[in-house]
Nanobody, 119 residues
Framework: QVQLVESGGGLVQPGESLKLSCTTT????????MAWFRQAPGKQREWVAT???????VYADSVEGRFSISRDSTKYTVHLQMSSLKPEDTAVYYC?????????????WGQGTQVTVSS
């Protein structure tokens, strides 16, 4: 069982920056991948960014160039640095981890952190 705890959400104005953090109970180097998703009111949850144990990062087109996913030296925390925020970035942001389970995989989710971009 992997537990994920997000932090760093809040209310910001358009154009401002915000940094989210996700702390895990298992080393990120022992997980298949870690990622951030978001869900806006009335919409489906959508993928935002992924980082692999090898450090490869991939981003959704909507955040490419504005968001950056990274990990820190503690091996248990992944960050999402968000810049040039737009009102359409308003959503609950969820941390996701994929781990191996037998011959398959299992997904774990955090509880989510609210990000609101509004003037």
């Amino acid at each position: 069982q992997v537990q994920l705890v997000e932090s760093g959400g809040g209310l910001v104005q358009p154009g401002e920056s915000l940094k989210l953090s996700c702390t895990t109970t298992k080393s990120i180097f022992d997980l298949n991948v870690m990622a951030w998703f978001r869900q806006a009111p009335g919409k489906q949850r959508e993928w935002v960014a992924t980082i692999t144990p090898g450090g490869r990062t991939v981003y959704a087109d909507s955040v490419e160039g504005r968001f950056s996913i990274s990990r820190d030296s503690t091996k248990y925390t992944v960050h999402l640095q968000m810049s040039s925020l737009k009102p359409e970035d308003t959503a609950v942001y969820y941390c996701h981890a994929e781990d191996e389970l037998g011959m398959g995989t299992i997904d774990f989710w955090g509880q989510g952190t609210q990000v609101t971009v509004s003037s």
